[in-house]
């Protein structure tokens, strides 16, 4: 029987998801530093390396020598004293001056085992800061393009510097700086403890365990200062260089002041957090002082106590004196040490977190090369949004013939930019394929894809160097004939050889030191001497005037003869000889064929060119 009970809607809240453990340990692991430790690691103990082994191993064999030279100095010292004196039996069976020239003898030795240590280590620290820094600088340009148009150039540059400069940091004070600082106190601890007494080692044990936990305490106080330094000194960076990449823009809208009051903002955050700094620093070392200071006196007491009594001698005086200072003089740098170790695992933190960063684009496990036997480009119902919230291409599908020139033309917003980014793979296709001569393009390798296609983008971005450079860099260890071959296709050889430099012209900045129509013109000698299978053209003769333009898309025919060419064009005129014209709007193709056809059919196309010809007549 069915029962009669009715049933109500469950109004209770779902519960809020439980973090995974592992993440909570991955997260714990960041923050105490100890996923930068573990992954440092390696770089010191490399299995197919083995002369780092051996030179780590040197240097921690040259480290323990010099602290058994340091802990048995003092006691040189103090037979040297005793025998001055006329008290005490020279461990040594030497006179006063031979324990005194002893004495230097053992703390040239102690320096020199040091710098012995530190040449020997040199080699492993920069391989491993090469290594890093190669290993990051190989990772960004393996990031998507969507990641490095969210992200600021200047942080980032900061970033790598900071992450990289903390590698040698890290560890050659982390081996050579804590490491030593404990061996030295323990064995600083037996020999107090054997030539005097226990209370010794407990006063200096006390000091010791106060000192290093006030320092700590403050110290991971002071870091957390430090980051909010760090990220205002980014901040302050980062709006520095946009400006200067936008320095014409600043000029013509006069907005030299605004930008100063904007940089001046950020640095005044920076001057806050920086106080901050300073004043914690003041007081970690007075603190410092205070513990230090303590331990010092109480121990010197007990010895003064002991020398007049007649149990020690001034040589044992002097000797516990040593041995304080000895103890002293690297607790002082302790702070230090433990905030720049602490920061340097921040900074790396930073790095690792950037190298962690998945690259969106990735080839396949089975991907293959890349074989272009006509240049058959085919767009199959492609989808792609760059938000999936809000879809771009809606089912684009065209197919490029080899050997044909389709231009792909629409209003501003339509896609048209999209097609080539997705074709060069910045990014993957949402739904549907792009195919290359029916291959996937994600299933073949990303550098046999960019291989296969050349680019001149709508704004052409050169290098700081020379227009040489610049050119050749199409296609590398090309000769200088076919670089100046590729400068006179793009029409611009003339103006080159009559620059007082030539080709050896440095160009500025983002190509700044040339004008746009110049800048489009070394963009396409570059890529005609990279003479690829396929060409993409985004609108490539934009920023030329009308008789330029014809000269330029005179040369790109004859380039693109026996290529395929995709022309992504906004002025129709420069599309008119086109052997098929696609006409995108708002996502979806919406008419197709030549020139001449889609004008019969009075439909977008004819909208769009009778708009632009009404323009140029106006």
């Known amino acids: 029987m069915p029962s009669d009970t009715t049933t109500t809607p469950n109004t209770a809240r779902p519960a809020s998801p439980q973090p995974d453990p592992g993440t909570r340990v991955e997260e714990a692991e960041r923050a105490s530093g100890w996923r930068t430790i573990r992954k440092v690691a390696p770089y010191l103990w490399p299995a197919d390396m083995p002369w780092v082994k051996k030179r780590v191993v040197l240097a921690m064999l040259a480290l323990i020598l010099s602290k058994v030279v340091s802990v048995y100095t003092p006691i040189i010292y103090r037979d040297a004293v005793d025998a001055l004196a006329g008290e005490g039996v020279s461990t040594l069976a030497l006179g006063a001056i031979g324990l005194t020239i002893a004495y230097g003898v053992a703390r040239l030795m102690n320096v020199g085992f040091q710098q012995l240590r530190d040449a020997i280590f040199a080699r492993v620290a920069q391989r491993a800061l090469r290594m890093l820094a190669l290993q990051t600088f190989e990772h960004i340009h393996r990031l998507s393009m969507r990641y490095h148009i969210t992200r600021k150039t200047g942080g ?144 010197m007491v007990m010895a003064a106590v002991g020398v007049q009594s007649g149990d020690l001698t001034v040589g044992d005086f002097v000797m516990v004196n040593a041995y304080m200072i000895q103890i002293t003089m690297p607790l002082n740098f302790l702070g230090t040490v433990y905030r720049e170790i ?51 291409l809606k089912g684009v599908s065209l197919v490029a013939e080899p050997g044909q020139q389709v231009a792909i033309v629409g209003s501003t917003g339509s896609g048209k930019s999209t097609i080539g980014r997705l074709l060069f793979r910045f990014y993957d296709v949402g739904g549907g394929a792009l195919r290359i001569d029916g291959q996937d393009v994600r299933d073949v390798t990303q550098d046999s894809l960019h291989a296969a296609i050349g680019v001149v983008p709508q704004d052409t971005v050169l290098f700081n160097d020379t227009i040489h450079y610049n050119i050749a860099y199409g296609r590398d260890n090309a000769s200088e004939e076919d670089i100046v071959e590729a400068a006179k296709a793009a029409q611009i050889h003339d103006f080159i050889q009559r620059l007082p430099d030539g080709y050896e012209t440095t160009v500025g900045e983002r190509g700044l030191k040339l004008s746009g129509g110049e800048k489009q013109r070394v963009g396409i000698a570059r890529t005609l001497l990279k003479n690829p299978p396929i060409l993409l053209l985004d609108e490539a003769t934009s920023a030329l005037d009308t008789e330029t333009e014809q000269e330029i898309k005179d040369a790109l025919n004859a380039a693109g003869e026996g290529r395929t060419v995709l022309t992504i064009a906004h002025r129709l005129s420069t599309v008119a000889e086109a052997d098929r014209i696609v006409v995108l709007e708002d996502g979806e193709v919406v008419e197709t064929g030549t020139h001449e056809a889609l004008l019969a059919a009075q439909g977008r196309y004819a909208q769009l060119w009778q708009r632009q010809q009404a323009d140029e007549e106006a």
Do not use: H
């Not at 991971?220 to 200067?244: C, F, G, H, P, Y």
């Open 156 to 299: 980032l540059s900061r970033i790598i510097e900071r992450g990289v400069k903390g590698v040698e940091f890290l560890l050659r004070f982390l081996l050579f700086s804590i490491g030593p600082l404990v061996l030295e106190l323990l064995m600083i601890g037996v020999v107090l403890t054997i030539l005097f007494d226990a209370w010794y080692l407990l006063i200096v044990a006390v000091t010791i365990g106060l000192y290093v936990w006030f320092t700590f305490a403050v110290t991971e106080w002071r870091v957390k200062l430090r980051k909010v330094m760090n990220d205002q000194d980014t901040d302050a960076n980062q709006k520095a260089i946009d400006s200067l990449l936008n320095y014409e823009t600043v000029k013509y809208f006069g907005a030299e002041r605004r930008e100063a009051d904007r940089y001046d903002s950020a640095m005044a955050g920076y001057e806050v957090a920086a106080l901050k700094t300073s004043y914690s620093l003041a007081f970690l070392n007075f603190g410092q002082s205070v513990i230090i200071t303590a331990g010092l006196v109480g121990v």
């Open 342 to 392: 602490r920061q340097a695992l921040v900074d790396m933190g930073e790095m690792f977190d950037l190298l962690e960063q998945p690259a969106e684009v990735r080839d396949a496990p089975d991907a293959k090369p890349l074989v272009v036997t006509g240049g058959c480009v085919e767009l199959d119902d492609v989808q792609f949004g760059y938000d999936p919230a809000r879809a771009i």
